[in-house]
């Protein structure tokens, strides 16, 4: 199949689809795995607006534009084996001599120069056609659809259950905003870890999404409907999740004023932009998208206002008793900007469940079947089963996963590992593949949320214990590890999660093709990343990281 065989079967815009089976369209498939996974992040069952190249995240784009990707995909298709893709920002700008275990694409988006890296300045250069947002794995080609984060939300969800509910959460009303690409999880994560849930979103068609991957159980437009039936379920202590069309913040004020406090609340609006993805209250969506364009400004300032509203509404239901805490989204930065002085009185969900797990080096571990057939995901689920008997807890992970979870676009599985266990699982599917008992490769990535892979004060890395929270050598030093090591695609990006300004953080994909060259990566990058976030733990202070340290001979 030639270049324009592959754009017209597999990428004409807005319509991406990543090609399926064992035969190779690029020269290896090192060039074959990272062409898949970006045509995957674009797959409508994946993405959450191809046309616009929009992957998740508020505007975390997989390419800068069309053109750019047709770019991107016609040197991967052509790129050898001692050769790797530079890509800015979405666009393909240059290729390298390396060699065979170097990175086939190496990825740098959205990083500016400190003193330059904010809102404005990016919306500027972004206008200019130069730079574009990548988000966490949008840009880095490793999203893998709501799946991706249902796990960790999962844990997150439970976490709380047992920090504050003696781990019974049959009877507690959970309520956040957002059910967009990462939100969406929260609904299926929170009726799974027992909670009754509410949801809520301006745009139904993010909740008819959630319903058609049935990752939300009922849809309403009514308040009083959701009311009635999350009151009930909750007496009944029935874990049911509703999707609420409405402002969170309208929404929070009316629970307050009927006296309905949820035990625990959060958020996952697109809060980390205020321009791009929060929806002011007062506005309804097709309002909000016009003013974006109209005036800019007065969005902005109206999207300010109103976090900071929403935010006083957390406070008051905390101070009614709610276990309130910040879901990543860097809601109480913009808060406090929009004249919210006490929006830092709550946690975030690093500081409050997370960290103990990034001290012993565990994090998101996914991994996607490259021929598109679920039954290579059954194969690994069983193999982990198999090397992991004594974990009970990721044994019933794999089968819940399997009975809820729905694939979007190239089947997938995630599940948090630890130091030892990815490099035991890598070595693993490797052999799935040498031995032919999957009908093709298997990409292993992670999301930058990660132990060793991000500086974020206000999220990862909040309240580091020797308040080195802002300091981003350690995602730098992360991803030279990763190139060091034999990645098969790698990405440093600045922004994800909590928007331009806040956060700098590293991605990373290594291939499992069955080769004694991919095992050699293999055991060398899945050791090193969770080790560079013990280091860092370590270096801290941690005292669970020192003895992970220790343990693993570090
Ligand atoms: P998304 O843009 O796909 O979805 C955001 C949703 O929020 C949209 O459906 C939008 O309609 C809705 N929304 C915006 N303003 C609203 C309002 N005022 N009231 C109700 N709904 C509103 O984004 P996403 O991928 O779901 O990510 C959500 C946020 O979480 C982002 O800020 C992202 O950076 C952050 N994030 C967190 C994690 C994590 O692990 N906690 C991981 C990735 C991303």
């Known amino acids: ?45 994946v993405a959450e607006n191809p046309e616009e190249l929009i992957v998740y995240g508020g505007t975390g784009q997989a390419a800068r534009d069309p053109e750019a990707l047709k770019e991107i995909i016609r040197s991967l298709l052509d790129l050898k084996e001692n050769e790797s893709l530079l890509v800015q920002s979405g666009k393909a700008v240059g290729v390298v001599r390396t060699h065979a275990e170097a990175p086939r694409v190496l990825i740098a988006n959205s990083n500016l120069v400190p003193a330059w890296a904010t809102w404005q300045h990016f919306e500027e250069l972004k206008k200019r056609g130069l730079i574009m947002y990548g988000q966490m794995t949008a840009g880095s080609w490793i999203y893998i659809g709501t799946q991706g984060i249902l796990q960790g939300t999962y844990e997150t969800f439970a976490a709380c259950g047992r920090k504050y509910f003696n781990g019974d959460t049959r009877h507690k009303l959970l309520v956040s905003g957002g059910l967009g690409g990462m939100g969406g ?18 745009d139904p068609k993010r909740i008819e999404k959630r319903i058609v991957t049935r990752y939300i159980d009922k849809m309403t437009y009514d308040y009083e409907e959701a009311k009635s039936i999350i009151q009930n379920a909750k007496i009944k202590g029935e874990a049911i999740s509703v999707g609420l069309v409405g402002n969170i913040g309208d929404i929070l004020e009316k629970l307050l004023h009927d006296n309905i406090i949820p035990d625990a609340l959060t958020d996952q609006t ?22 974006r364009k109209s005036d800019a400004e007065e969005y902005k300032r109206r999207s300010l206002k109103s976090m900071a509203r929403h935010v006083n509404f957390m406070l008051e239901m905390k101070a009614k008793g709610s276990k309130v805490f910040d879901y990543g989204n860097n809601l109480r930065e913009f808060a406090r900007q929009g004249g919210e002085k ?74 948090w590992l630890g130091m030892g266990e990815r490099e035991k699982a890598g070595v693993v599917f490797n052999e799935l593949v040498r031995k032919g008992k999957v009908k093709a490769p298997i990409v292993i990535g992670r999301d930058h949320l990660d132990c060793g892979s991000v500086a974020s004060p206000n999220r990862e890395t909040e309240g580091m214990k020797d308040g080195s929270d802002a300091i981003s050598d350690w995602p730098l030093l992360n991803v030279m590890a990763n190139a060091s090591g ?49 280091f860092r733990h370590a270096d801290a202070g941690y005292e669970e990281a020192i003895a992970v340290r220790k343990k693993y001979n570090l």
């Open 270 to 291: 697109s809060a980390h932009d205020p321009l791009n993805g929060y929806v002011p209250a007062g506005l309804t969506l097709q309002e909000a998208i016009a003013l």
């Open 185 to 202: 999880a929260q609904p299926l994560a929170a009726t799974l870890a027992g909670y009754t849930f509410l949801g809520v979103d301006v």
């Open 1 to 45: 199949m030639n270049y324009s065989e592959f754009i017209n079967a597999y990428a004409r815009h807005p319509h991406y689809k990543s090609p399926t089976g064992n035969h190779l369209h690029a020269c290896s498939w090192q060039t074959e795995a990272p062409l898949r996974m970006l045509l995957n992040n674009l797959d409508t069952e």
């Open 342 to 415: 006490r929006a830092f009185e709550y946690q975030g969900f690093v500081p409050e469940f997370i960290r103990p797990l990034f001290c012993e080096g565990k994090g998101p571990f996914r991994w996607v079947a490259l021929s598109g057939d679920p039954e290579d995901i059954y194969a690994t689920d069983a193999a982990l089963m198999e090397t992991f008997p004594e974990d009970s807890h990721l044994t019933h992970w794999l089968s819940v996963a399997r009975q809820k979870v729905i694939f979007q676009g190239l089947p997938a599985r995630i599940c």
């Open 486 to 534: 034999g990645a098969t695609w790698i990405s440093f990006h600045h922004g994800g999660g909590v928007g331009i300004g806040y956060s700098q953080h590293a991605g990373m994909v290594v291939l499992a093709d069955g080769t004694d060259r991919a095992e050699r990566c293999l055991r060398r990058v899945l050791h090193n990343d969770p080790a560079t976030g013990i």
